[in-house]
């Protein structure tokens, strides 16, 4: 089963996508807001079917964070367009993005989308790596 991961931001979406085994994961893109469910059926006609893992917030001190509802509302809607969602609890996804960039030295505009795609990519690795007890 292939998965797709997204990272939900306050403008933009970063998407990442496994492998047909859904073991591996990759950065793959980052689109507007407005443009998350066109593009999701776009890279269903793209790479056939394929599961939704949801980033979800949450904070340290276990409280809601401020995204959640919308999250919680995104995932319903999605859910009511066919797809499967699963909400996948994450912290510091962006933070241990920008790390990486950091150490890779990138700079610019390309950091702010790297940024994106690669929290989606380590939100929907954690998810992987759970699913499959490793």
């Known amino acids: 089963m292939r998965y797709l991961g997204l990272d939900w931001g306050e403008k933009r979406v970063g998407i990442a996508i496994s492998d047909v085994e859904g073991k591996i ?4 893109k980052v689109v507007s807001r407005e443009a998350l469910i ?3 059926f776009a890279l ?3 790479f056939g079917e394929f ?3 949801l980033g979800l917030p949450a904070r340290t001190d ?3 964070g401020a995204s959640e509802k919308e999250v919680i509302k995104l995932k319903q809607e999605l859910e009511e367009l066919g797809f499967k969602v ?3 609890k994450e912290w510091f996804s962006s933070v241990e993005a920008k790390r990486i960039l950091d150490l890779c030295e990138v700079k610019g505009g390309r950091k702010k989308d790297s940024i994106d795609k690669i929290s989606a990519a380590l939100i929907l690795e954690s998810y992987l790596r759970s ?4």
Do not use: Q
Not at 25 to 28: A, E, G, K, N, V
Not at 131 to 134: A, D, E, Q, Y
């Open 44 to 46: 269903r006609e793209e």
């Open 131 to 134: 699913v499959s007890g490793k």
């Open 62 to 64: 276990g409280l809601p």
């Open 51 to 53: 599961e939704i893992v």
């Open 86 to 88: 699963h909400l996948w």
């Open 38 to 40: 066109k593009e999701l």
């Open 25 to 28: 994961s990759t950065p793959l």
